[in-house]
C-alpha cells in the first residue's frame, strides 16, 4: 500500500474541488496541510475529532442565490451567456451548439464521465470550425500527488475556432464596474484550477495545450440585478502560483518519508461511521507534522483553530500575525521577543539590531504610558 | 506595523489584557451619536435583511424584511431608515455660526455634524452600497418610492465617501476607532470581530481578555456582528422563519422574522454603546475639534448641494477627480498622522523609535543668535539638546515640537547624542525672542520632522481638461432614465 494511503487509513481519499485546489497556494509553507492534503486526508472531520471544528459554513441563501443565477445564464441552451460571449469576445458567434457533459445518462461514475468529456473534448479539438460549441459541465482531473482528483464541474468550457475558454459562473454582484475584490481573486484562482485542468488534458490527447486561453470569462450579476455581465480575467500569475504549489505537493514524497513509520491519522471509523480513534494519540499523530500558523488560516484551512491553539500553547509570535512578526525581525517566540526587550536575555548574533530596538521601544513604551 | 505596536501586543498577550496604544481620543465622538448596525441577506450585495438603529442605548429600533427577496418590502425598509436618520440629520442643520473669512464673504457652517458608528469595515462598505441603490430611485412614475428613499441614499453616499477621508469622524466603523487606541493580543485578522476585541480590552469580571475573545468566536454566544449572519443562524432559524411568512404573510410571521433577527442584532446593540463608553473615557486629543470642523464644513456644504436640487453622486468619479481626490487624502492622512502625533506621546514615541522625532534635555542655548547682515538679519534662537533617542535627521530637515505648536525648527547638527537646532518661525517678530518662545536649559523638549500643515493643492487640470489618455472629461451625469427603475432584485 501506498505510503499517503496508510497515512490516510481504510477511507477512500477526499476529492479535492476547485475551491481546496486553488486554497492550497495560500499556505504554501505549511508541510502539516501539504502532507495532509496529499494523502487525500478529511482535514475538516480531522479537525472536529480534535476538537477544534472549522469555523466554515455556506449560508442557504448563499447558495440558492448561486443556483438561481447559474440556472438563468445556462437558461435555453445558455442563450444569454452566448450574448455575452459576443460581446465581451467581440466576435460574430452566429449560433453555437450546446453540450451538457455531465448528461451522460444513469448514474456513472467520475472515471466514466471523465472519459466521456476526454472523448467529446478531443473532438473539439480536432475540428475548428467557425461555429462556437459550449461544454458544460465538463469532468475534468487534476494530478495532486499521484491522486488523481476529479473537479467539481461547475464551470463551461467555450470552443471558438481553435481555442478553449474557460467560462466561470459567480453570484456575487459587479457594482458600477467593481466587485469585491477578495471574491474576484478567489473566483481567479478557482478559474486556474480549470484552466490548468484543461491544459493538461489537451497535452494527454496529443493537442497543443496552449489553445486554452489564459483570459478566463467571469459571469456575475451586475449592479442590484439578476441580469449577467461578463469580464476577462487574465490568470496567468494565479496559474504559475498554482504549478508551484503543485510542483511542491509532488515532492511531498521526501517530507513524508521523513516521518515515522507507523504514523496515521486514521480515524478508525466504526461501521457506522463514528471516528474511535483516541483524540489523544491523533493530536499527537497531527503535531507530528510541522505546521506554519498563520492568522490567514482562520479563512483557509479547516485546522485552523487546533494549529492556533498548538501555536498559543508554544507562545508563538506567529499568533499574532505577519505585520507583528515582521516587526519583530522574525523572533519566534513571545517569551524571547519579551527577554530581548526587557533585556533579560542576550541576544543571539544576528539579533543584536532587533534587540536594540525592542529595548528602546520598551524604554520609550513605559516612559509615556 | 512600528516595533512599537508590536511590542504592545506582546505585552497585551503575555498579560491578557489589551494595551493603550494611544494616551489621548483621536477621533472626535459626538454627544449623541447614531449606531446603526445593518444585516444583509447572505449571497446579496445590497439586500437588507435586518437592521437595528439608533440614539438612545435604552431605544434601539428594530427594522425588518421579512422576505428580503421582496423589492417592495426593501424599500418599506429604506422608507423606514429614511423616518430615522433623515430626522437626526435635519436637526443638525439648524444651528450655525458665522464663519469669517479674510478676502471672502463670511459663510454659515454647521454647530454639529452627524455621526453614524457601525460595527466594522463590512458596514461601511454596506452603507456605501445602499446608498448607491437607493440614491437614483424616484418617487413618480414606474417603480416610485417614497420621496424619502432617494435622500437617504444621497446622505449614505455622503457618509460613506467622507468616511474615506483621514480623519474625518460622520461615519466611524468600531472595531477601527477601538483599534486605533488599543493593541490586543491578537491578530488585525481577528481585531476585525468586535466582540472579540472588546474581550480583550475591557473583559467581563473574572475573565483574561484571551479567553474573552475566544468566547466571543462563538456565534452562539455573541452572533457575528453584521452585515454577513452567521451561516448556521440562516439555516436553522431563518430559513424556516423566512419560509412561514412566504406562505402566510400575516404579522405573526413578519414577528417571528423580527424576532428571529433581534437575537442576533440585540448582543452587538449592547457592545457598540460599550465600545462608544470606553472611547468616551479617553479625554479627546486637541486635534479632533479642528477635524470635526471640517467634518462639519462638508456637511454644511452637503446641506447646501441638497437644497439647491443638485443631482445625485455620479455613479463613478471621472479621472480627474479621482486623481485629485487621491492627492487630497495623501495630504489630509500625512496631515493626520502629525497632528496625532503632536497630540499624544504614546503615537510620538512611534515616530522616535523611526528616528524621525526625539526627545530630550535642553543643554545650552543662545536666544539672542542671529543670522545674516544689516537689513536682512533675522533672529534664529539655537538650542543643543541632548538625547538617547536615535534620531536619524539630516541637517536643514524642518521640524515641529508639541510643546510650541506653529513653532517651527532646523537641524543645524547632529553629533553624539547632541542635536543643536535653530529656531526659524513661532518665536515672535522682535529683536529678542518672545519669552518662553525658546526653551530653557533643563526642560524636557520634543521634536519631530512631522508637518501637519496642508501643501498648497496639486495643481490638476480642471475636470472638462481631463487628457483623453485618462478617458477624457468625465460625462456630466445626466440622470438616465433607466436610473430609477434599474432593477433591485
Ligand atoms: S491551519 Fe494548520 S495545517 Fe492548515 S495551513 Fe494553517 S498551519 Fe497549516
Request: hydrophobic letters at 40%.
Amino acid at each position: 500500500m501506498d505510503r499517503l494511503d496508510l497515512l490516510r487509513g481504510p477511507v477512500p481519499p477526499r476529492p479535492h474541488d476547485a475551491r481546496a485546489i486553488a486554497a492550497l497556494a495560500a499556505n504554501p509553507g505549511c508541510a502539516r496541510r501539504a502532507v495532509l492534503d496529499a494523502a487525500g486526508i478529511d482535514k475538516d472531520a480531522t479537525a472536529t475529532h480534535l476538537g477544534f471544528p472549522a469555523p466554515f459554513g455556506q449560508s442557504p441563501f448563499a447558495i440558492t442565490r448561486g443556483n438561481v443565477f447559474e440556472s438563468l445564464v445556462k437558461e435555453s441552451g445558455c442563450a444569454e451567456l452566448l450574448r455575452l460571449l459576443r460581446d465581451i469576445l467581440d466576435l460574430p458567434i452566429p449560433l453555437a451548439a450546446y453540450n451538457d457533459l455531465g448528461d451522460v445518462g444513469g448514474n456513472p461514475s467520475a472515471h466514466l464521465r471523465h472519459s466521456h468529456t476526454r472523448k467529446l473534448i478531443d473532438r473539439a479539438a480536432r475540428d475548428a470550425d467557425d461555429a462556437g460549441t459550449l461544454y458544460d459541465h465538463p469532468l475534468l482531473r487534476l494530478d495532486i500527488a499521484g491522486h488523481s482528483s476529479y473537479l467539481e464541474p461547475d464551470v463551461v468550457a467555450f470552443r471558438l475556432g481553435g481555442l478553449f475558454r474557460i467560462v466561470e459562473i459567480k453570484s456575487f454582484a459587479v457594482v458600477d464596474g467593481q466587485a469585491e475584490p477578495d471574491k474576484v481573486a478567489a473566483a481567479a484562482r478557482q478559474a486556474a484550477v480549470y484552466v490548468l485542468a484543461l491544459r493538461n488534458l489537451l497535452r494527454e490527447l496529443g493537442h497543443d495545450p496552449g489553445r486554452v486561453s489564459h483570459d478566463v470569462v467571469l459571469v456575475c450579476p451586475e449592479n442590484f440585478a439578476n441580469r449577467p455581465t461578463a469580464t476577462l480575467v487574465d490568470v496567468r500569475r494565479e496559474l504559475a502560483v498554482l504549478k508551484r504549489q503543485l510542483a511542491r505537493m509532488t515532492r511531498v514524497g521526501t517530507m513524508v518519508d521523513a516521518l515515522p513509520p507507523e504514523l496515521t491519522f486514521d480515524l478508525a471509523r466504526d461501521a457506522d461511521g463514528v471516528p474511535t480513534r483516541p483524540v489523544a494519540e491523533l493530536r499527537e499523530a497531527v503535531r507530528g507534522v510541522d505546521a506554519r500558523y498563520a492568522p490567514d488560516c482562520l479563512s483557509t484551512c479547516d485546522l485552523c483553530f487546533f494549529c492556533r491553539d498548538e501555536a498559543s500553547a508554544e507562545g508563538s509570535t506567529d499568533l499574532l500575525g505577519r505585520q507583528v512578526r515582521d516587526a519583530l525581525g522574525g523572533v519566534a517566540t513571545v517569551a524571547e521577543a519579551l527577554g530581548l526587550a526587557d533585556g533579560s536575555l542576550t541576544p543571539d548574533e544576528g539579533q543584536e539590531e532587533i534587540a536594540r530596538l525592542l529595548r528602546l521601544a520598551d524604554r520609550i513604551y513605559a516612559e509615556v504610558s | 506595523m512600528s516595533t512599537l505596536a508590536a511590542l504592545a501586543r506582546l505585552r497585551a498577550l503575555q498579560t491578557g489584557t489589551a494595551k493603550r496604544l494611544a494616551t489621548v481620543r483621536h477621533c472626535h465622538l459626538s454627544e449623541r451619536p447614531m449606531v446603526f448596525i445593518p444585516l444583509r441577506l447572505a449571497g446579496e450585495a445590497a439586500a437588507p435583511l435586518a437592521a437595528m438603529a439608533g440614539t438612545d442605548p435604552a431605544r434601539p429600533r428594530l427594522l425588518v424584511v421579512p422576505q428580503p427577496r421582496d423589492r417592495d418590502l426593501r424599500f418599506a425598509f429604506t422608507a423606514e431608515l429614511a423616518e430615522i436618520l433623515l430626522p437626526y440629520v435635519e436637526g443638525l442643520q439648524k444651528a450655525t455660526e458665522t464663519v469669517e473669512r479674510r478676502g471672502a464673504e463670511p459663510y454659515e457652517r454647521c454647530l454639529d455634524a452627524p455621526q453614524l458608528i457601525v460595527p466594522n469595515r463590512g458596514a461601511v462598505a454596506f452603507v456605501h452600497m445602499l446608498g448607491r441603490s437607493t440614491r437614483f430611485r424616484r418617487a413618480e412614475g414606474p417603480y416610485a418610492v417614497h420621496p424619502s428613499v432617494p435622500v437617504l441614499g444621497r446622505w449614505l453616499t455622503f457618509l460613506a465617501q467622507r468616511a474615506q477621508y483621514p480623519g474625518s469622524a460622520v461615519l466611524l466603523a468600531a472595531t477601527e476607532a477601538l483599534s486605533l487606541h488599543w493593541a490586543t493580543g491578537q491578530s488585525m485578522l481577528e481585531d476585525a470581530n468586535l466582540a472579540s476585541l472588546l474581550g480583550w480590552i475591557d473583559p467581563p469580571a473574572g475573565m483574561t481578555g484571551a479567553s474573552a475573545a475566544r468566547e466571543a468566536e462563538d456565534p452562539l454566544v455573541w452572533p457575528p456582528a453584521g452585515p454577513a449572519t452567521d451561516p448556521g443562524f440562516d439555516t436553522e432559524v431563518l430559513v424556516p422563519a423566512i419560509r412561514a411568512y412566504e406562505q402566510r404573510p400575516t404579522e405573526r410571521a413578519a414577528a417571528r422574522v423580527g424576532e428571529a433577527v433581534r437575537t442576533q442584532l440585540e448582543p452587538t446593540w449592547g457592545l457598540m454603546w460599550r465600545a462608544i463608553d470606553l472611547l468616551g473615557g479617553l479625554p479627546a486629543g486637541p486635534g479632533t475639534a479642528a477635524r470635526w470642523e471640517a467634518d462639519r464644513a462638508s456637511f454644511t456644504n452637503f446641506t447646501a448641494q441638497l437644497a439647491e436640487g443638485g443631482p445625485p453622486q455620479p455613479k463613478r468619479d471621472g479621472a480627474v477627480g479621482a486623481a485629485s481626490r487621491l492627492a487630497r487624502m495623501e495630504r489630509a492622512q500625512a496631515s493626520y498622522d502629525a497632528q496625532r502625533a503632536y497630540d499624544d506621546p504614546l503615537v510620538m514615541a512611534g515616530h522616535r523609535l523611526t528616528g524621525e522625532a526625539f526627545t530630550g534635555t535642553v543643554v545650552a542655548t543662545d536666544p539672542d543668535h542671529t543670522e545674516g547682515e544689516g537689513r536682512g538679519r533675522k533672529l534664529r534662537p539655537l538650542l543643543t539638546i541632548r538625547t538617547t533617542d536615535p534620531a536619524r535627521l539630516a541637517p536643514g530637515a524642518r521640524l515641529g515640537t508639541p510643546e510650541r505648536r506653529g513653532q517651527q525648527a532646523e537641524v543645524v547638527e547632529i553629533a553624539g547624542g547632541l542635536v543643536t537646532l535653530k529656531i526659524i518661525k513661532g518665536m515672535g517678530r522682535g529683536k529678542a525672542a518672545t519669552p518662553g518662545a525658546v526653551p530653557e536649559v533643563g526642560e524636557r523638549v520634543c521634536y519631530a520632522a512631522l508637518s501637519d500643515e496642508f501643501q498648497p493643492p496639486a495643481s490638476l487640470p480642471a475636470p472638462e481638461d481631463t487628457p483623453w489618455t485618462h478617458g477624457g472629461p468625465p460625462p456630466e451625469h445626466v440622470p438616465a432614465d433607466e436610473d430609477p427603475e434599474e432593477e433591485w432584485s
